[in-house]
């Protein structure tokens, strides 16, 4: 108890001066994706706060959020095995400050979103913990015809119990900065290029392997049709370096690589009401230790967008295309996905989201042995959402989500079922 005091009284004193001494610069949340109409990839979908023009923002929120399985195990002799009883469910309350700010000056446009929340565990108090938000970004303009984009985002918060189902507070930080631009040298065709700088770190010592850093660096065309939809070509170069060993049969490993893509982006008016997106092409990782987990193939997704009336919208993906095991682990999985969500605006101020995602994972091109901490069986993803959002008054908002997440493992027993009801609401000033 007197932990969790001094963790308040810490929350409504030192946060505050971060807040207000951060930069005005800009921000753009990270969990919202630029071409969605209706997240697919977020459940439930995420409450971003998007400031007036020329505004500063102020908000504030509250959640309780109940969880049938928090830890993600696979039933209630796993609970006792564990030694926390046979209760696998708890509750969970969240306090959310934060700041969003939107300026313009001249052509330059620059945002931002700060936030910090208080969270807090009914039974499974060890997992405390505050989460930190940042991002900001200034999209710089030089002339009618040169533009881009200077920015940093900062995360702080609780690893998912996806592939980590143990009971303690493994803390995941991730900062990333970067700088794009491009040129419109002709009203059909543009250049651009960007470089991304970017962290992640664990507090738990036992994930520390996963500690990494990456540097980006990205060129491509593109060719802009008088019909609005863009044809272009990306390429794409990531160095990953991995400072702490992961330990492989009682051997250090060093899991650093290189990766190269060579990807076709196109982003199709296919009707007024309609818009498909599509990236993919081939992609190459060469790891500096384990040439056994090298990876060589076609990764691509296409996803769609679909308006058939002012109310309704309508987000479809579906995906094939490697990627990490919620950076637990180097090791990576060959993904196969769906996804699909729908919002109806039933009226002025309600609105319903459904949100459906499938996705099987496929390590066997990466497993080059039983490597500590790895994930050693394919499993295969299901989540759902459903979600009301009620908006009394322009500022106040109340949401109200029902979830269920499932994993089922090929070939022998485990996995896990979570049942979530979560009721959340914000006030934006």
Same mark, same amino acid.
């Given at each position: 108890m007197n932990r969790r005091l001094k963790r308040r009284g810490e929350f409504f004193r030192l946060p505050w001066k971060t807040i207000f001494l951060i930069p005005i610069c800009s921000c753009v949340p990270g969990l919202v994706a630029a071409n969605d109409l209706v997240p697919t990839d977020v459940m439930p979908p995420p409450? =971003? =706060?998007?400031?007036?023009?020329?505004?500063?923002?102020?908000?504030?929120?509250?959640? =309780?959020?109940?969880?049938?399985?928090?830890?993600?195990?696979? %039933?209630?002799?796993?609970?006792?095995?564990?030694?926390i009883g046979s209760n696998l469910s708890d509750y969970t309350r969240r306090l959310?400050?934060?700041? @969003?700010?939107?300026?313009?000056?001249?052509?330059? $446009?620059?945002? @931002? %979103?700060?936030?910090?929340?208080?969270?807090?565990?009914?039974?499974?108090?060890?997992?405390? $913990?505050m989460d930190k938000n940042l991002a900001a970004n200034w999209n710089w303009h030089a002339g009618p015809h040169v533009e881009g984009n200077v920015g940093v985002t900062y995360s702080q918060g609780l690893t998912p119990f996806i592939d980590f189902h143990l009971l303690e507070r493994n803390i995941r930080s991730q900062e990333t900065a970067y700088v794009d631009g491009s040129w419109l040298f002709h009203p059909s065709w543009r250049v651009h290029a960007g470089l991304v700088h970017s962290k992640l770190w664990y507090d738990l010592a036992s994930q520390q392997p996963g500690n990494n850093s990456q540097n980006q660096t990205e060129v491509g065309l593109d060719y802009?049709?008088?019909?609005?939809?863009?044809?272009? =070509? *990306?390429? +794409?170069?990531?160095?990953?370096?991995?400072?702490n060993p992961e330990l492989d049969t009682g051997a250090p490993v060093f899991n650093g690589y290189n990766q190269d893509e060579v990807k076709a982006k196109i982003d199709w008016l296919l009707t007024g009401k309609t818009k498909l997106h599509f990236l993919g092409g081939w992609v190459s990782r060469k790891q500096d230790a384990f040439s056994v987990r090298d990876f060589s193939g076609v990764n691509s997704r296409l996803s769609a967008d679909w308006s058939p009336t002012g109310k309704i919208d309508v987000t479809a993906a579906i995906w094939r295309e490697i990627g990490a095991v919620d950076d637990l682990s180097t090791v990576y999985s060959l993904n196969h996905g769906a996804s699909i969500a729908s919002a109806w605006k039933y009226s002025e101020k309600i609105r319903l989201?459904?949100?459906?995602?499938? *996705?099987?994972?496929?390590?066997?091109?990466?497993? @080059?042995?039983?490597?500590?901490?790895?994930? %050693?069986?394919?499993?295969?993803? +299901? %989540?759902? @959402?459903?979600?009301?959002?009620?908006?009394?008054?322009? $500022?106040? *908002?109340?949401?109200?989500?029902?979830? +269920?997440s499932t994993q089922t493992l090929n070939g022998s027993p485990g996995g896990f079922v979570n049942n979530g009801v979560m009721l959340n609401t914000r006030y934006a000033y």
């Open positions: 409450d =971003v =706060v998007v400031p007036q023009p020329d505004s500063f923002t102020p908000y504030a929120g509250y959640g =309780v959020n109940y969880d049938s399985n928090l830890l993600g195990l696979r %039933n209630a002799a796993a609970a006792e095995a564990m030694g959310q400050v934060g700041l @969003a700010v939107d300026k313009s000056i001249s052509q330059q $446009h620059l945002t @931002a %979103n700060v936030n910090l929340a208080n969270v807090e565990y009914e039974r499974f108090q060890q997992l405390d $913990h802009l049709a008088a019909t609005g939809s863009t044809i272009g =070509v *990306q390429l +794409r170069h990531t160095r990953a370096d991995f400072p989201v459904a949100q459906y995602k499938y *996705q099987k994972r496929d390590f066997s091109e990466s497993l @080059a042995s039983t490597a500590l901490g790895s994930p %050693n069986q394919n499993d295969v993803l +299901r %989540n759902q @959402a459903l979600s009301v959002i009620y908006n009394p008054t322009l $500022h106040w *908002q109340i949401q109200l989500s029902g979830t +269920r």
